[in-house]
């Protein structure tokens, strides 16, 4: 019986969020735009509604990627006029051998919410 309870509070509680889609991005009262660097060249999108991120999907429901950060802006801009963000994840824990990440190694960048100029679109 102790090993059950032992088992049950060791138990992570991961709260998994909604995709939404970038078509209905609009409407949803979107209060920012995380685009992040999840490789070398590579940029997935969170949009934030009411204090949470949620996967942004293409129209086909798949996770909305490119390898252009622009044209992530550029998609994303014709949707929402929002503040948008860039989220870099430090890899310096793994590349010296750490275990376990003892704190968020994460960095957000202000990106604005101005639009691009005419000469990047």
């Known amino acids: 019986m102790q090993t059950r309870g032992l088992r049950h509070r060791n138990k992570k509680r991961v709260k998994k969020h909604m995709k939404v889609s970038v078509s209905d991005l609009n409407s949803m009262g979107v209060t920012g ?10 940029y997935i999108a969170h949009a934030r509604i009411d204090g949470e991120e949620h996967v942004i999907a293409d129209r086909q ?8 950060l622009l044209e ?7 949707a929402v006029t929002c503040e948008f963000f ?3 994840r430090s890899a310096y824990d793994e590349m010296v051998g750490h275990a ?7 960095m957000e960048l202000p990106l604005g919410r101005e639009p691009l100029p005419e000469w990047l679109n």
């Open 33 to 42: 735009v995380v685009i992040e660097s999840v490789d070398l060249s590579l």
């Open 61 to 68: 429901g798949k996770v909305l990627k490119t390898r252009n």
């Open 72 to 78: 992530m802006r550029r998609m994303l801009r014709h």
């Open 86 to 88: 860039l989220r870099q």
């Open 100 to 106: 376990h990440q003892a704190a968020d190694n994460s």
